[in-house]
């Protein structure tokens, strides 16, 4: 079991960490985080090896604009506070996507597992992105995990390929607090049956 363990604290040390300051660790750099991203990216296996994951590292003034362009877009203030605050507070921005054409051409040649493509590529996104959570938070890279999809989309750069359907935005940054936030936990067994 000792050989886990790292594995499993890494995992239990990953928290959404909302206060972020808009910088770095010292001894990290945001090539570490786009290698790191790359990483998870190639291994994080996809159905039938579709490798379906795609990712942009959002940063600076891209960074900015687009999240002001949320801001702008999202109704009601208390709907903004949270885009205002990743603009002016977060280093940058993981956008996770996973491109629709190739779950469109699996779909067309496996027609038995056509209606659970869609399904396979938000669970391979998901495990992509939460791999990707924890292993920033060994670089001492905080973040959250945010769901800005349509507004995203919507003020992407216009180079990335309208059929990469966006999942979920990481955004990451210099923890602005020294303490991991606490959360409870349910008691959850798993039993085994023999
Ligand atoms: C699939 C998924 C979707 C989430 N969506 C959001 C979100 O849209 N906005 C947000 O602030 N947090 C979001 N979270 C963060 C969760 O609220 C958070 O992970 C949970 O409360 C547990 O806290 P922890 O991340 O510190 O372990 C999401 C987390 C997961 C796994």
């Known amino acids: 079991m000792s050989a886990v363990a790292p594995y499993l604290k890494a995992i239990a040390s990953r928290r959404t960490v909302y206060a972020l300051k808009p910088q770095l660790p010292s001894n990290v750099t945001l090539q570490d985080v786009q290698s790191v991203v790359e990483a998870i990216i190639k291994d994080t296996p996809t159905a039938f090896n579709s490798q379906i994951n795609r990712a942009i590292i959002l940063t600076g003034a891209e960074h900015k604009r687009v999240w002001d362009e949320t801001v702008n877009s999202v109704q009601g203030d208390s709907g903004k506070k949270r885009p205002a605050s990743v603009r002016d507070e977060a280093f940058g921005t993981i956008v996770f996507f996973t491109d629709d054409k ?5 779909q ?3 027609p038995v ?11 391979s996104s998901g495990a992509a992105q939460i791999q990707t959570w924890t292993a920033l938070k060994q670089l001492d890279v905080g973040g959250h995990l945010q769901h800005y999809n349509g507004y995203i989309k919507a003020a992407l750069p216009k180079s990335i390929p309208l059929e990469w359907q966006v999942h979920s935005q990481l955004v990451f940054g210099l923890p602005a ?3 991991l936030p606490q959360k409870s936990y349910i ?7 023999s």
Request: charged residues 30%; aromatic residues 18%.
């Open 187 to 193: 008691e959850n067994p798993v039993k085994i049956f």
């Open 108 to 110: 067309a040649k496996f």
């Open 177 to 179: 607090v020294d303490e």
């Open 102 to 106: 190739t779950t469109e051409e699996l």
């Open 113 to 123: 597992y056509a209606s659970i493509f869609p399904q396979f590529a938000d669970h």
